[in-house]
Structure formats: structure tokens, C-alpha cells
T-cell receptor, first 115, second 115 residues
Framework: DAGVTQSPTHLIKTRGQHVTLRCSPISGHKSVSWYQQVLGQGPQFIFQYYEKEERGRGNFPDRFSARQFPNYSSELNVNALLLGDSALYLC??????????????FGAGTRLSVL | AQSVAQPEDQVNVAEGNPLTVKCTYSVSGNPYLFWYVQYPNRGLQFLLKYITGDNLVKGSYGFEAEFNKSQTSFHLKKPSALVSDSALYFCAVSSQGGGYQKVTFGTGTKLQVIP
């Protein structure tokens, strides 16, 4: 069975540009969460979507947005990129909507470099 | 607000020796605690979790963790370290509450097992 897949694996952008990251959850999983992992830090929660609705949002500016499609895949969009947005962006899927108790299955991430 | 502290940036242990990776947490209400492992250029992989019940939790690859409510700790342990255990380890916490709860990760501890 395929795990969580993310695309692209690497991305280089310049300041002010826009980026779209994509994630396909494990088959049957309806919850997708996005995390930002800056080098040397733990993952920081950005969004959770469950059944195509936003269920949680972390402390990130409005430049960050996301959506979930009918097939439960998801996109993370970041506008007006800043140098500080350079990070590994992780997508995680879960079989249940609540994150509190449930195991999350992570993709390998998209490495975004903003120059 | 909930938080996780991993006081050691790096832990070095000789192959065959027991290992401990420390984690303390702060949360309102009953905690749900997780350990994840991250290998280079990979996403996080679930090792084990504590929700309720027995304070000693056994997980994947021979790892276990002990929940200590009075010390608000959830240290990861393994009786005999392998070189292949070398990786980045993250402790995470969430809690039961209204709605959908996010998971907060620590900053990670790099485990180096020396042959």
C-alpha cells in the first residue's frame, strides 16, 4: 500500500513568489495535516483538514492557506514568500478526524528553499 | 498552552548499551503522548503512544516509554541500542478537549549509536 505522498520533493523559489505543495493521504484516510519543520526544530502545526473542512489552524499568517479535495488529497499554498518560509513542509494523514489520540502517518516532505 | 521539552539536543550511546531519550511535557488535562522517529530525508515515523492505562508503553523496534504523571515525563528507552537506531527522535503531546486538538512536537533529540 502506498504511504503518504508529497510533491514536489524539492522546490526553489524567490521572495514574493507563490508556491503550491501537494499531498495524497493513505488510501482511506480522510484527515490531512500540514506541518512546517525549520532546520533544527520540531514540526510546527499549520493546518488540519478533515472531510474537506478546515478543523484546525496553527499560528501562521494568512499568506498560508490550504484546501482538501473530494478524493482527500490536499494542497498547501503560500503567497508572498519570505526567506523565513524556507523549511521542510510535511503532510500527515490520519484515519480519524481528531488528532489528539490518533497516529499520524507522515510523508517524506517537500523541501522549500526561498532565495 | 501545551508544550514539550527535550532537554538534550544529542545523545551518544555505545552499541549494545541501554539508551534513554528524555521528554517532559506541560498540558492542561490528561495528556496524550507520542514518540516519532525521523531518518535523514524521510518523514516522521510513529514509534509508540500513551493514551491511558499502563504507564509502560511498548512500541516498534524494541522501544518503550514510561509515563510518569508526577514528573510530567515520558522518556523513551531501549535495553540495547543498535547502530541503525541512529536518527532524530521527537516527543509530542496533545490533550483531550473540545473539538479537534493539535499535536505539539518537541525540538528533537539526535541519537547517535556508536559501533
Amino acid at each position: 500500500d502506498a504511504g503518504v505522498t508529497q510533491s514536489p520533493t524539492h522546490l526553489i523559489k524567490t521572495r514574493g513568489q507563490h508556491v503550491t505543495l501537494r499531498c495524497s493521504p493513505i488510501s482511506g484516510h480522510k484527515s490531512v495535516s500540514w506541518y512546517q519543520q525549520v532546520l533544527g526544530q520540531g514540526p510546527q502545526f499549520i493546518f488540519q483538514y478533515y472531510e474537506k473542512e478546515e478543523r484546525g489552524r496553527g499560528n501562521f499568517p494568512d499568506r498560508f492557506s490550504a484546501r482538501q479535495f473530494p478524493n482527500y488529497s490536499s494542497e498547501l499554498n503560500v503567497n508572498a514568500l519570505l526567506l523565513g518560509d524556507s523549511a521542510l513542509y510535511l503532510c500527515a494523514s490520519s484515519s480519524q478526524g481528531g488528532l489528539a489520540k490518533n497516529i499520524q502517518y507522515f510523508g517524506a516532505g517537500t523541501r522549500l528553499s526561498v532565495l | 498552552a501545551q508544550s514539550v521539552a527535550q532537554p538534550e539536543d544529542q545523545v551518544n550511546v555505545a552499541e549494545g548499551n541501554p539508551l534513554t531519550v528524555k521528554c517532559t511535557y506541560s498540558v492542561s488535562g490528561n495528556p496524550y503522548l507520542f514518540w516519532y522517529v525521523q531518518y535523514p530525508n524521510r518523514g516522521l515515523q510513529f514509534l509508540l503512544k500513551y493514551i491511558t492505562g499502563d504507564n509502560l508503553v511498548k512500541g516498534s523496534y524494541g522501544f518503550e516509554a514510561e509515563f510518569n504523571k508526577s514528573q510530567t515525563s515520558f522518556h523513551l528507552k531501549k535495553p540495547s541500542a543498535l547502530v541503525s537506531d541512529s536518527a532524530l527522535y521527537f516527543c509530542a503531546v496533545s490533550s483531550q478537549g473540545g473539538g479537534y486538538q493539535k499535536v505539539t512536537f518537541g525540538t528533537g533529540t539526535k541519537l547517535q549509536v556508536i559501533p
